[in-house]
């Protein structure tokens, strides 16, 4: 199966500071690239969706300003966290698609963000 | 909006049989199943497309009825390492083909 990298694995950060989490799709070049949220013992939750080249898609509730989402190439596309609080402490998920045939989410291995 | 899955949790011996169900409100795509261990990212487990679609592997099958917008799940004849918490995925034209997902089923397999 397709292979994704993210990384950090962890990151424990003070308020008020940036964060970037970075997510490769290493053997596929990824049309589509998702950024979700995972509480414990909850649900994924989708944050945004990115294409290579274009701005990505916040869904409701998101705060683009907040979760800057770059996609430079096909293979990579990175979650920045700025200002971080400790309400944004979570578990991190980025899946890759190509969309060819169909839209198998291959999901990287997450980052759990602390934020003290 | 998610699917609804259910059971929110089954607990099974090793060899037993067990099915987990995903609905959703909206016409479906396809749906997704993938299975989590606690503090890793999901893993794929398959993909079925509208057209009522059943697959399986090694012990692990799934189904889609289309026209009643469900998909089940059947774990069978289940070893230690099924357990996880499954997570369906649908993906709907409504939802521009993004995956949402249910609540998972903790699925617990003891020896």
């Known amino acids: 199966g397709a292979v994704v990298s993210q990384h950090p694995s962890w990151v424990i950060c003070k308020s008020g500071t940036s964060v970037k989490i970075e997510c490769r799709s290493l053997?596929?070049?990824?049309?589509?690239m998702f950024w979700y949220r995972q509480f414990p013992k909850q649900s994924l939750m989708l944050m945004a969706t990115?294409?290579?080249?274009?701005?990505?898609?916040?869904e409701q509730g998101v705060e683009k300003d907040k979760f800057l989402i770059n996609h430079a190439s096909l293979t990579l596309s990175t979650l920045t966290v700025t200002s971080a609080h400790p309400e944004d402490s979570s578990f991190y998920i980025c899946?890759?698609?190509?969309?060819?045939?169909?839209?198998?989410?291959?999901f990287g291995p997450g980052t759990r963000l602390t934020v003290l | 909006q998610q699917p609804v899955q259910s059971p929110q949790a089954v607990i099974l011996r090793e060899g037993e049989d067990a099915v987990i169900n995903c609905s959703s409100s909206k016409a479906l795509y396809s749906v997704h199943w993938y299975r989590q261990k606690h503090g890793e990212a999901p893993i794929f487990l398959m993909i079925l497309l509208k057209g009522g679609e059943q697959k399986g592997h090694d012990k692990i099958s799934a189904s889609f009825n289309e026209k009643k917008q469900q998909s089940s799940l059947y774990l069978t004849a289940s070893q230690l390492s099924y357990s996880g918490t499954y997570f369906c995925g649908t993906e709907s034209p409504a939802n521009d083909y993004k995956l949402s997902f249910g609540a998972g089923t903790t699925v617990t397999v003891r020896a």
């Open positions: 899946s890759a698609s190509h969309r060819d045939p169909y839209n198998e989410q291959f």
């Open positions: 990115s294409n290579e080249g274009s701005k990505a898609t916040y």
């Open positions: 053997d596929f070049q990824a049309t589509t």
